[in-house]
C-alpha cells in the first residue's frame, strides 16, 4: 500500500535564513496549495522521521552551506539521496544549490569568508562557485541586486508561449554553476543563465540555474532566488536608493519570475496551479452560546486579564493578543477599523535580511532590528500597527496579528456574518445529539467559537494560557480554515476550505490520574471521532472509517485493491499544569469537503451504496462534540473501560500487523494492542517462522512514529 504523495517539506532548521524559509513557503503555497501541503520541517524530521513515502517535493532554501554540511554529512545526505533515487524531488534555492553540487567554492581568495570543499549530494556533478557577483556583505542587503536571468527555453519546454525571455531575480551571495554547458552528457540542463559579467570564471556557459534526473527522481539548483516576491522585500531601516532601484526592478518583471517558477515546480512532477493562490487574511471570532446570556458571563470572567489600551479591551495572551469587539456583530462596533497606533511606535515589519548564503551563523539575522515592547500595552500598539500596516499580499507573520474576538450575548452570529457557518444548524444538531445520547446538563460545545480562517484552532488556545485558564471545560473553538494547522512534532501546514477543523478545551482534575490518565484521551477523541461519522445519520455508520495508532483517522476507499487506506484526519493533545488539573486542548481535523489534498467524507458518502448525500459540518461537528462529552465523562467514571478498547480495536488498522522497531535496532514485532494502564503501543517481538518469543515492548505515542505502510516504528524526537 502506497500513500499519495501530498508534502512540500521547507527546511527550516540549522543554518537557514527565516527570510528565505518564510520566502519559500509563500511561494511554494500560492502556487501548490491546496493540492500539497507546504510544510516547514526541522532537521530531527529529515533525519529520524519516515518522511519519504509522502514527501512530493523537498526545499533546501538559502541560509549556510557550511551548517547544512554539519547537519546533514552521513546519514542526513544518504537518505536524501535515497530519497531523490527512487523518485522524490529536490529543489536548492542559493545555498542549498552549493550545498547539492559536488563542489563549493565560495570566496576561496578571502581568508575572513572562504568556504571550500567537496559536497555529498553531488546533484550537479560540478562546482557551485561565488559570488557571481561582487558587493556582498555577511549579514547585510548591501550585497543585494536584481540578476538579469535568460530563460533556457529549449530546456524550458513547460514555459508557455508569449513568456518572456528574461526576467530579474532576487540575488544575495549565490553562486554560478561551472561549465555546466559541458555536463550535458551527464544529464545538466540549463534552466536559465546570467546575462552580466560575473565575478569569477565559470568555465562555458553562465548557468543560474540548472537541473539533473537522478536516478527517478528530479532535481533543480539555484544561485540566485527566483522564489522572492518583491512584494515581500522590505528594508529594515531607512529605504536606500540602491533597494527602492532593486525592487522596482524586480517588480517589472514579475509575472515572467512567477511563470519560470510554475515551470521549475512542474519540472520536477509537480501539479502547479494555474492561478496564484491567495493566502486568505485572518477573520474574526465570533463567540456564542446555546444559550446567549453565557456569553456575557464568560466575557466579564475574562476583566481580570484585560489590558485597557485606547479606550479598547484586550487579552494580551503568550502568544496572541486578542481585542473583545464590544458590538453584536459586524454591524455594530465591530465594522470599525483597528485604531493607528500613537505616532512614534514603530511597526515591527517583516524585514528581508538575507546574507551570508555559504557562510555560517545566519541564525540571528534580523537581530539589530528588534525593538521589544517593554510593556503590555507597548505590545499591544505594536501589534495594532503591524495589524493595520500588513498587506494580505506579503509575508505575513500571523502571530502578531490582532485577533478580534466579537461576544454574541443577545443571539447568534447571522449567516451574512459568518456565512461558512450556520450557527443556528448547529446548535439544533448539538441539542439533538445531546437529546439522542441522554446527556445531562450537557457541556461540550455549548459555548463556541468560531473563525473562518484562523491561525490554528490549538495553537490560539494552547499557546495563549492566560486565556485557557478563563475557558470552561467543553469550551469549543472552530475554522472553515487554517492558515498554520499544527500536526505531531513541527507539522505546520495551510488547511483548506473543506476541512473541519476544531479543539476543545478541558480541564482534567489531577485526581482523575490514577484511574483515567490523560495519555487516553487522544483515543477517546479518536473512538469520538468514528462514532459521530457513523451515528451522523441513517446509512453513515456504513462508511469505512479507521483509526492509526496513536492519533490518524483513516477510510477505506471501495472498490480499490492499490491503495485501500487514506489519511482524512488527525488528532493532536496538549496538555499543561493548570492549578489542580491539566488544562487539554483536544485538536481534531477532517477533510469533509475538500477533494484536496486527499479524498474527503464527502466523496466516500457519495460512493457509498446507495449513494448518501454530503457531510453538513455543522451537524457532523455537533454529533462528534456529543459523543465525545459522553465517552470522556464514561472515561471519568470508568477508566479505559473493557468495553471502550474492543471498540476501538474494532477500527484500527494495527490488529497483528508485523513491523520492525527502528527504536529497538530493527526488531521484528507483532502489534498486540494498548496497554490498560497508561494506554502504551504493546508489541511482541518474533523471531524464526514470525513465533512469539515472549518478549514485550511498549512504546510511547509521544515519543514514536508510525509508518503504517512501511511497517516501521521509530523514534520521534
Known amino acids: 500500500m502506497a500513500t499519495k504523495k501530498m508534502n512540500v517539506l521547507v527546511y527550516s532548521g540549522n543554518g537557514t535564513t527565516i527570510e528565505s524559509v518564510r520566502h519559500c513557503l509563500y511561494t511554494l503555497r500560492r502556487l501548490l496549495s491546496p493540492a500539497y501541503a507546504v510544510i516547514p520541517v526541522t532537521s530531527d524530521v529529515l533525519l529520524k522521521e519516515p518522511w519519504h513515502s509522502s514527501c512530493a517535493l523537498l526545499v533546501v532554501p538559502g541560509g549556510a552551506d557550511l551548517a547544512y554540511c554539519r547537519t546533514f554529512n552521513g546519514e542526513g545526505n544518504r537518505r536524501i539521496s535515497q530519497y531523490v533515487n527512487m523518485g522524490g524531488s529536490y529543489l536548492g534555492f542559493c545555498a542549498g544549490g552549493y550545498y547539492g553540487s559536488a563542489r563549493c567554492e565560495f570566496e576561496v581568495d578571502d581568508p575572513k569568508m572562504a ?33 538579469d536571468l535568460k530563460i533556457h527555453k529549449d530546456a524550458s519546454t513547460g514555459v508557455k508561449g508569449g513568456t518572456a525571455d528574461t526576467f530579474k531575480s532576487y540575488y544575495n551571495g549565490g553562486g554560478v554553476f561551472v561549465n555546466a554547458a559541458k555536463l550535458k552528457s551527464r544529464g545538466v540542463e540549463i534552466l536559465a543563465s546570467y546575462t552580466e559579467d560575473l565575478r569569477v570564471d565559470s568555465g562555458e556557459g553562465t548557468a543560474a540555474i540548472v537541473y539533473r534526473k537522478i536516478g527517478d527522481g528530479h532535481t533543480i539548483l539555484t544561485g540566485p532566488h527566483p ?8 528594508h529594515p531601516s531607512r529605504p536606500t536608493s540602491h533597494y527602492t532601484t532593486l525592487i522596482a526592478a524586480l517588480t517589472s518583471t514579475e509575472a515572467t519570475r512567477t511563470a519560470f517558477m510554475r515551470h521549475l515546480l512542474a519540472k520536477l512532477g509537480l501539479k502547479v ?25 464568560l466575557v466579564e470572567s475574562w476583566a481580570e486579564v484585560f489590558t485597557v489600551v485606547d479606550g479598547e479591551e484586550y487579552v494580551k495572551g ?68 503591524y495589524t493595520t500596516e500588513t498587506s494580505p499580499d506579503q509575508i505575513i507573520d500571523y ?21 461558512l457557518f450556520n450557527h443556528t444548524t448547529y446548535y439544533t444538531a ?75 478545551v478541558i480541564h482534567h482534575g489531577f485526581t482523575l490520574m490514577e484511574s483515567a490518565p490523560i495519555t487516553f484521551i487522544q483515543y477517546i477523541a479518536a473512538l469520538a471521532s468514528v462514532r459521530g461519522i457513523k451515528g451522523y445519520g441513517p446509512g453513515y455508520d456504513k462508511i469505512p472509517v479507521k483509526l492509526k495508532w496513536p492519533n490518524d483517522i483513516y477510510v477505506q476507499l471501495p472498490g480499490s485493491t492499490a491503495n485501500p487506506l487514506v489519511k482524512i484526519g488527525g488528532i493532536l493533545v496538549n496538555s499543561s499544569y493548570s492549578g489542580s488539573s491539566y488544562g487539554l486542548v483536544v485538536g481534531i481535523g477532517l477533510n469533509v469537503a475538500n477533494t484536496l489534498p486527499t479524498t474527503s467524507l464527502d466523496q466516500l458518502a457519495a460512493s457509498a451504496n446507495p449513494p448518501l448525500g454530503p457531510f453538513s459540518r455543522e451537524k457532523l461537528l455537533a454529533s462528534m462534540l456529543a459523543h465525545f462529552e459522553s465517552l470522556y465523562n464514561d472515561f471519568c467514571q470508568l477508566g479505559f473501560s473493557r468495553d471502550m478498547e474492543m471498540e476501538y480495536y474494532r477500527h484500527w488498522v494495527h490488529t497483528d500487523q508485523l513491523v520492525t522497531l527502528e527504536t529497538h535496532d530493527g526488531m521484528k514485532a507483532r502489534i498486540k494492542g494498548i496497554t490498560r494502564d497508561w494506554g502504551l503501543l504493546l508489541a511482541e517481538e518474533v523471531g524464526w517462522e514470525d513465533r512469539p518469543t515472549g ?13 503504517f505502510f512501511r511497517g516501521l516504528v521509530r523514534r520521534k524526537v
Not at 273 to 297: F, G, I, M, T, W
Not at 399 to 419: F, L, N
Request: hydrophobic letters at 35%; charged letters at 25%.
Open 399 to 419: 502571530d502578531k496579528i490582532i485577533k478580534s474576538v466579537v461576544p454574541h450575548s443577545k443571539g447568534q452570529p447571522s449567516q451574512k456574518e459568518t456565512p
Open 430 to 504: 448539538l441539542a439533538y445529539h445531546h437529546s439522542l445520547l441522554a446527556a445531562h446538563s450537557p457541556i461540550f460545545g455549548t459555548i463556541h467559537l468560531y473563525g473562518q480562517t484562523v491561525t490554528s484552532t490549538n495553537t490560539l488556545l494552547e499557546k495563549n494560557p492566560t486565556l485557557l485558564r478563563h475557558l470552561p471545560t467543553g469550551f469549543t473553538l472552530t475554522a472553515t480554515t487554517q492558515v498554520a494547522g499544527r500536526g505531531r512534532g513541527s507539522n505546520v501546514w495551510v488547511a483548506p476550505p473543506g476541512v473541519l477543523a476544531f479543539s476543545v
Open 695 to 707: 518478549r514485550t515492548i511498549s512504546l510511547q505515542s509521544d515519543g514514536n512514529s508510525f509508518d
Open 227 to 234: 522564489e522572492f516576491a518583491p512584494a515581500n522585500l522590505h
Open 273 to 297: 496551479n494555474e492561478e496564484v493562490q491567495r493566502v486568505p487574511s485572518l477573520s474574526r471570532l465570533h463567540l456564542s452560546s446555546y444559550a446567549p446570556v453565557d456569553v456575557a458571563k
Open 318 to 385: 503568550e502568544n496572541d493578543v486578542f481585542k473583545i469587539e464590544r458590538g453584536e456583530g459586524v454591524f455594530g462596533k465591530a465594522t470599525q477599523e483597528l485604531k493607528k497606533a500613537v505616532e512614534g511606535v514603530l511597526p515591527d515589519v517583516l524585514v528581508g535580511n538575507e546574507s551570508g548564503e555559504a557562510m555560517e551563523g545566519d541564525d540571528d539575522e534580523n537581530s539589530a532590528e528588534d525593538k521589544t515592547p517593554k510593556t503590555k500595552e507597548e505590545e499591544i500598539r505594536s501589534r495594532v500597527a
Open 115 to 147: 568556504v571550500e570543499g567537496e559536497r555529498e549530494l553531488g546533484f550537479f556533478p560540478g562546482t557551485c562557485r561565488g559570488l557571481a557577483f561582487e558587493g556582498f556583505v555577511y549579514n547585510s542587503e548591501k550585497g543585494a541586486r536584481a540578476a
